[in-house]
């Protein structure tokens, strides 16, 4: 029915969704294509790459959740980079949201994945979005406790925006693809070595401990 029905969001197994559930993924997690120019990737690119290059990329996370990748949190940039990730938050963020001032930078290898994890509800808010840049991947969401049965992928192309909230945020796993799986609707999606520029909220906790010792600036 028209309620699956989505370019990016593949539902598995319609049949065993409750229309609920269908509706609150659809509206609290999207995909954005386009959302930076090429100009835009080249020039978060050139930021963030020379430093990257120095790291060798690791075999595990210490929670084994990330395989073959290389990280680093930035918090200065370039006015024109922070003009793009002020447009990621507006776009992702409900207004008045407080968001940690470091970005998370993800550098994950061709032959790389991540495994489904949630992310911690003691250093994140309500909110994960990201841009992908360099190469496109699927993103899987499982239900946490139903995980062979609620699975739907998202197909996040290069220069895309994503965002997860609400049950896709806190109820189910997310995952990157590896390249021997990256399949969208039974379509091979190319899988390289891929960068993405991830900004995080503030859990709710956080967020008023923070107001009380120093305002935070708000876009
Ligand atoms: C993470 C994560 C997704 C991405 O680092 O916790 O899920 O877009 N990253 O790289
Ligand atoms: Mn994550």
Avoid at 27 to 36: A, I, K, L
Avoid at 152 to 163: A, G, K, N, Q, T
Avoid at 195 to 217: G, N, V
Wanted: hydrophobic letters at 35%; one cysteine or more.
């Amino acid at each position: 029915s028209s309620r699956f029905l989505s370019s990016l969001l593949r539902f598995h197994n319609e049949q065993a969704w409750s229309p609920e559930m269908v509706k609150q993924i659809r509206e609290e997690c999207r995909v954005t294509p386009s959302f930076v120019s090429e100009a835009e990737e080249k020039a978060l690119l050139g930021e963030v790459e020379t430093r990257l290059q120095k790291l060798p990329y690791e075999e595990s996370h210490w929670d084994e959740a990330i395989h073959l990748y290389r990280e680093r949190e930035q918090r200065v940039w370039t006015a024109e980079n922070e003009a793009v990730l002020a447009r990621v938050r507006e776009c992702s963020f409900p207004k008045d949201t407080s968001h940690l001032t470091y970005v998370h930078i993800l550098d994950l290898h061709a032959d790389g994945h991540i495994k489904p994890h949630i992310d911690s509800t003691r250093y994140c808010g309500d909110v994960i979005t990201g841009i992908s840049l360099l190469s496109s991947c699927v993103m899987r969401l499982r239900h946490e406790k139903r995980k062979e049965e609620l699975i739907v992928d998202l197909h996040l192309p290069r220069r895309s925006l994503y965002r997860l909230g609400g049950i896709g945020r806190y109820e189910f796993t997310h995952e990157v693809l590896g390249e021997m799986e990256s399949k969208f609707d039974g379509e091979k999606i190319e899988r390289g070595r891929r960068i993405s520029i991830i900004c995080r909220d503030l859990p709710k906790q956080q967020a008023k401990f923070f107001a009380k010792m120093q305002p935070i600036p708000q876009e």
